[in-house]
């Protein structure tokens, strides 16, 4: 255990790396740490007589034997992470041995269980100030994990080190949210008409399990991606699809962890709009530059037994929200040059036209310039409001935004494809008067007309 001068050196050393709130909490704590050593409630007798124990001591003393490492390094961690500074260092340390039998019978080596124990004290402090007797502390939601959802050791083992906030929730509110989160997939077809398909409740445990920050969204998050994603399914499913789109979330819940206006709705409108993930003859044309394509003006004729083009779009963006925006581009790209040739085939008989391929690139790029404007339409023109109404509704003002969208990301790309041509030919007319002027100095080195003077 560090002297309280040593402590409070460290802590003091270690307020250059903190920003504004860590060194106003350092600077509290080490008040804090003065008015204990004084003898204010608070410090603890040291073992043996001596100087009490301060808070301060017993944090540093902690975290250093934890991090196997000094005071200064002790400090350091605690300054970055200012929250700690506030743990009742007793608290702190019970909760700590409680929190490695879990992990230990989870499957975690003692090791392990040391390393994945102090991530979930970085990564969640007030998990370690609640007490752990009572209906409320971090045993109750374990109960609740095990008990209500059916996760197994390993699976509690995940949730605590991923998400180790989900500790200092009521279990009762743990309990609602899974609860409101089971209907809503419901709605959306996991177990409506359950007799005739013999679908069970939808498994909300699995769902944690695969997604262990999942009950830490609030309802009013979750509830306007599952509004937008129904709209958009109800729109593309099939006589029989039923319970697609749950079943997928039930699968990949990490579909409800993108950003709604950052990747989930730009994608789906894009998809939409393009029909991207579209095989049969009419789905796009390209422009008249040859560049990027352009949504078709009617659906296109749907062959007997297949998807429809807005089913085969809803399904190409909800598999592709895991990819990265550059990934997402590529396959975009992709997916429009081979409809574009499909559709260049049907119109030729079945023969490749002669023209230019367009450039690579263009598909990807209209993607990125449509994001950009299709994010500002969606933060400025209302997107909440218009997932307050039908999903109707909600399609229409979301395809009158996308065509706009994208009118803006075609003229953008026009613009920049003729950039490169008038540079080129300002620089031929430079070029050519620059060669005048010097055939001109050729002939009259001497600056006069030059008339009888070139041989």
């Known amino acids: 255990m560090p002297g309280l001068a040593e402590a409070r050196a460290a802590l003091g050393g270690a307020l250059g790396g903190a920003d504004a709130a860590g060194a106003a909490a350092v600077a509290r704590s080490l008040r804090l740490a003065e008015r204990e050593a004084e003898g204010a409630p608070g410090a603890r007798p040291a073992a043996g007589g001596g100087e009490p124990q301060t808070r301060l001591q017993a944090l540093v003393g902690w975290f250093a034997e934890r991090l196997g490492a000094g005071a200064p390094e002790a400090a350091a961690f605690l300054a970055a992470r200012p929250r700690l500074l506030r743990v009742n260092p007793q608290r702190l340390d019970e909760n700590h041995r409680w929190l490695l039998g879990v992990l230990r019978e989870g499957g975690a080596t003692p090791e392990e269980a040391e390393a994945e124990a102090l991530i979930a004290v970085r990564r969640s402090p007030p998990a370690f100030e609640l007490q752990l007797a009572g209906a409320q502390g971090p045993p109750s939601v374990l109960a609740f994990l095990q008990g209500d959802l059916g996760l197994d050791p390993a699976e509690v083992r995940r949730v605590c080190l991923q998400s180790p906030s989900l500790l200092t929730q009521s279990p009762q509110h743990l309990r609602r949210k899974a609860e409101w989160l089971a209907r809503r997939l419901e709605a959306l077809g996991a177990s ?77 409108a894009f998809c939409r709009a393009l029909r991207i993930g579209d095989t049969p003859r009419r789905e796009a044309t390209s422009s008249a530059g040859g560049g990027a394509a352009e949504p078709a003006s009617e659906p296109p004729d749907e062959e007997a037994g297949q998807p429809s083009s807005s089913t085969r779009a809803f399904a190409f963006a909800l598999h592709s929200l895991p990819a990265t925006d550059r990934a997402f581009g590529k396959r975009v790209g992709a997916r429009m040059r081979k409809m574009r040739g499909k559709g260049q085939r049907g119109e030729g008989g079945g023969k490749r036209r002669a023209s230019a391929p367009a450039p690579r690139e263009s598909e990807s790029a209209l993607w990125a310039r449509f994001q950009a404007s299709f994010q500002y339409r969606l933060e400025t023109r209302g997107l909440d409001a218009a997932l307050r109404g039908s999903p109707e509704e909600l399609l229409a003002w979301e395809d009158a935004q996308a065509r706009e969208a994208l009118a803006e990301a075609n003229e953008d790309l026009a613009a920049f494809a003729a950039a490169p041509a008038a540079e080129a030919e300002q620089t031929g007319e430079q070029e050519g008067r620059e060669g005048d002027g010097k055939n001109i100095a050729e002939r009259n080195p001497a600056g006069g007309s030059g008339r009888g003077e070139y041989n």
């Open 192 to 268: 409506a008409g359950a007799g005739a398909h013999g679908l069970p409740r939808p498994d909300v445990g699995h769902m944690v399990a695969a997604l262990p920050a999942l009950l830490n969204y609030s309802l009013g998050n979750l509830g306007s991606k599952l509004d937008y994603l129904g709209a958009h399914y109800l729109a593309a499913a099939r006589p029989g699809d039923g319970p697609a789109l749950a079943r997928h979330l039930e699968r990949m819940p990490a579909s409800l962890a993108y950003s709604l206006k950052g990747r989930v709705a730009p994608r789906f």
